[in-house]
């Protein structure tokens, strides 16, 4: 992570966290001190040291007609009291010309003012130049935490809404279908449908095992689809409360000998598939090490019908044996 | 194990931008073929692999592969580097050949979290 004091350089955008990518969302408006006390340019300047004396005020600013013409700091308070004039404004000592920020900035604008000037607070402007706020670290920090909070709250809800899917929903049969499309050869794809499938079921609340345990038979028969179809296939998962089962489908050229092509070890792959890693004909056999019950029906010249159940309420022994921790 | 610290023991090269002090591995993996790779590694393992595609990837997300070691300094992919950064799954190379790093990692007790194959060793 890049450090914290610094403004963010284009090589650190490249490794941009979610809170620096707040700062590039969170508007100055969301974060800012809103009712800031400010005090008249004709304040007295002893009136202005026992109000910063009773508030605990590090600094003010100071307005006139709405519009921001100067900070009055602890510093310029110093500086008073060293020189002893009696009967000052406030006019005489403020600061003038301060650093300003519009409320429509987003929060890294400030703090790159903040990074490069050391200044502990900035007035916040509106269009019309009124000011409207105050903004200090202190404040962005906050901002940016109530941010997070937030977001990890909805995906919170999110994550709820998607494990209680089907408590919420009234059928007799309540279930969730994916279907993805699978082209042939597509290697470079190959694998996408299945993380997504085990994403899907970590969502909807299945064990880590169970997901893992899906996700290697649906990788296994994706990669078939790929490797041995005519045009590709489909890979369709219907999810429910208490079993999922996967088919994978396409239309041809279909298997021979189907009791062959389960046994460890038999392949039709071709050398080029074999150097990508598969095609050791491992495929089927791993499925139905994985699967509660496979059925795979296919006939030459036709299609190929791959069905794989796993049920969700036992434990199963499958995924002690797969899954050993 | 920390990753960190397989990482120095096979020389190897971190080529994501991954803390390895904070990835804890449970144990190791060698093999080029997928397909074994999804029969037989237990969760939480490294791999070490020759094959490099981003086949090897997918196979970890699948597989809980908690990182990737490519032996004879193959190079991922900026594709392969890509989702090793969503994944948070780190890549590393190393000059050493599968059976010299495999080695190395075993007999600094790095565990083997690969499965024998079945029983009767049908094939």
Known sequence: MPNNNSVLSDNDAIEISRTEELAYELKISEVMSKNVKNIPPTMKMETAIDIFQKERFSGAPVVRNHQLIGILSIEDLIRYLREGRQDTDVSDFMTLNPITVQHNDTVIEALKIFDKTHFGRLPVLNENGELVGILTKGDISAGLLNALQRDYHSEEIIRYRASHLFEDIISDRTSLILRYNIRKGDFNQGGNASNYIKRALLRMGASKQVARRCGIATYEAEMNLIIHTNHGGTLRVEIEPHKITVEAYDDGPGIEDVEQAIQPGFSTATHEVREKGFGAGMGLYNIKRCADEMQLISSKGRGTNLYITMYLNKIKEKDENINKD | ?123
Request: hydrophobic share 40%; charged share 20%.
């Open chain 2, 1 to 123: 194990m920390k990753l960190s610290e397989v990482i120095s023991l096979i020389n190897g090269e971190l080529l994501s931008s991954i803390d390895p002090d904070e990835i804890e591995i449970g144990g190791a993996m060698g093999a080029d073929l997928m397909s074994d790779v999804l029969t037989s590694v237990q969760p939480e393992a490294v791999l070490l692999t020759g094959l490099c595609n981003p086949q090897v990837l997918r196979t970890a997300q699948i597989a809980d592969i908690r990182a990737i070691v490519f032996v004879r300094c193959k190079n991922p992919t900026p594709e392969m580097l890509e989702i090793s950064k969503t994944e948070n799954i780190p890549l590393i190379k190393t000059k050493f050949g599968l059976f010299t790093a495999s080695g190395i990692l075993y007999n600094a007790g790095l565990p083997n979290y690969e499965l024998e194959a079945d029983g009767d060793c049908p094939y």
